[in-house]
């Protein structure tokens, strides 16, 4: 049915359905008010809009009292999400909230390294480069155009290659001088490293290693030293990135393994004990010392957190069963 109705004297109608322009047209079904469109040309765009996405489903108000219960202003487009998990929810909600508190881009140094690891963001990517170089404000500028689509997935981490500070960063890549610019990807899960493979730090390189990397297909990048000739001639064994696997997991003899950084004072000192060790059973075939530096070679079969580390790699049946040992009970 179709009606009309003069509410130059109505005022409580008025007042009751909102009416603040005329003609105003109300649509009721079974008694009640259906809120009214916007502008007929907002109306087409928003129904149109929904063909674009339709596995989202897409509704309009113009109620007052809904606008209010949800704290919104009228013509505010709001995207509900469903709650899942309250943990999970709760781990998403700080994601985004720490992500966004950074840059794009943040650069590593004393006052951001507490701040970028505290980013529940497990990807990172880095590049390190000079910032006083001619080049840094092309490079800076691609390496920043691309963060913006990973952003929340990838952090952006610049290192400034010039800074002394960060020898200890250049150490963990194994980055060196004639290697920069380089862009490296790290996954602080599992500490596994990636490299570009392009050379050129470009806005499409920089997308497509992402990308490689998010659908897994990047390839893991492993340094190591190469095996040196006499490295079996003493009585503790030098082992390397490429010998690693090899030496240590063997079904017939037991290797016990020292993780060492030649910076490390602690380390250090405990090499001199270490060597002893070895003499003790240099004349055992079933056993080997041996030691390793990881500052040169990447071991991923190893959870490294500290340095000195100690490994038992037993022999036998069971030869991946590996016992960890406290360097506080060689000292």
């Known amino acids: 049915q179709f009606g009309k109705i003069d509410v130059t004297h109505q005022h409580d109608l008025r007042k009751e359905f909102n009416i603040r322009e005329f003609p105003t047209v109300k649509f009721f079904v079974d008694g009640m008010d259906s809120p009214s469109f916007m502008d007929v040309e907002n109306r087409i765009h928003y129904q149109n809009a929904p063909q674009d996405v339709p596995e989202m489903p897409f509704g309009m108000t113009a109620s007052e009292d809904v606008c209010a219960n949800?704290?919104?202003?009228?013509?505010?487009?709001?995207?509900?999400?469903?709650?899942?998990?309250?943990?999970?929810?709760?781990?998403?909600?700080?994601?985004?909230?720490k992500t966004f508190t950074l840059d794009l881009v943040t650069e590593y140094n004393l006052e951001t390294s507490v701040k970028i690891f505290d980013v529940p963001v497990?990807?990172?990517?880095?590049?390190?480069?000079?910032t006083?170089?001619?080049?840094?404000?092309?490079?800076?500028?691609?390496?920043?155009?691309?963060?913006?689509?990973?952003?929340?997935?990838?952090?952006?981490?610049?290192v400034d290659t010039n800074e002394t500070r960060n020898g200890r960063v250049f150490e963990y890549f194994r980055i060196r001088d004639i290697d920069v610019p380089a862009v490296r990807i790290l996954n602080l899960t599992s500490n596994a490293k990636y490299k570009m493979p392009a050379d050129e730090v470009t806005v499409e390189n920089l997308k497509e290693f992402c990308q490689s990397y998010l659908n897994g297909k990047a390839k893991l990048h492993l340094s190591s030293e190469e095996i040196p000739e006499d490295w079996d001639k003493m009585p503790v064994k030098v082992l390397v990135g490429k010998n690693f696997n090899r030496i240590v997991f063997n079904k017939t003899t037991t290797v016990f393994v020292m993780f060492y950084a030649p910076w490390s004072y602690d380390c250090r000192k405990l090499l001199p004990i270490w060597d002893k060790l070895g003499e003790q059973y240099e004349s055992r075939k079933d056993i080997i010392i041996a030691k390793i530096d990881v500052t040169a070679n990447d071991i991923l079969s190893v959870g490294l957190d500290r340095y000195p580390f100690f490994r038992l790699f037993p022999a036998g049946p069971g030869y991946q069963v590996r016992k960890k040992l406290n360097s506080k009970i060689l000292l």
């Open 70 to 97: 949800y704290g919104i202003q009228k013509n505010t487009l709001v995207v509900f999400k469903k709650v899942g998990v309250q943990k999970q929810n709760k781990l998403d909600l700080t994601r985004l909230i």
């Open 132 to 158: 006083n170089s001619e080049t840094f404000s092309a490079i800076y500028e691609n390496y920043k155009s691309a963060a913006v689509e990973f952003r929340g997935k990838i952090m952006f981490v610049l």
């Open 122 to 130: 497990e990807n990172h990517i880095v590049l390190f480069t000079p």
